[in-house]
């Protein structure tokens, strides 16, 4: 039987930038990284970025991260202040901003 979610891997055209993306600007934990991709985590979900054409989604498909009430005013205020592009204006209940990585994947950092 499956006991939970393992790792999630995400193609990334490049690298570097995806990686400073995830662990400079999301604040992900750095495990590994070698030519081709790189292993890092956050919580307990661990993310793989390999280097890969990318395809990104046009549905509503985004994976959420959890953030703490008392940290979304400061994280939604640096990734604004960063000009990190947004996908989407939050319309449902509860504090969320929708973001892009630099490869278009859509992502939202959400309360609750």
Not at 30 to 50: D, I, Q, R, T
Not at 51 to 69: K, L, M, W
Not at 91 to 110: A, M, R
């Amino acid at each position: 039987m499956i006991n939970g979610l393992n790792h999630i891997t995400m193609a990334v055209n490049n690298l570097d930038k995806s990686f400073d993306f995830y662990v400079e600007i999301l604040g992900f934990k750095p495990h590994a990284k070698w030519n081709k991709g790189a292993y890092l985590s956050v919580g307990e979900l661990w993310l793989c970025l390999s280097v890969d054409h990318t395809q990104p989604s046009n549905d509503y498909t985004h994976i959420a991260f959890d953030v703490s009430e008392q940290d979304f005013p400061i994280l939604k205020d640096r990734l604004v202040a960063m000009e990190v592009r947004q996908w989407k204006v939050n319309t449902s209940e509860g504090s969320s901003l929708y973001i892009l990585s630099p490869d278009g994947h859509k992502l939202e950092v959400h309360v609750g």
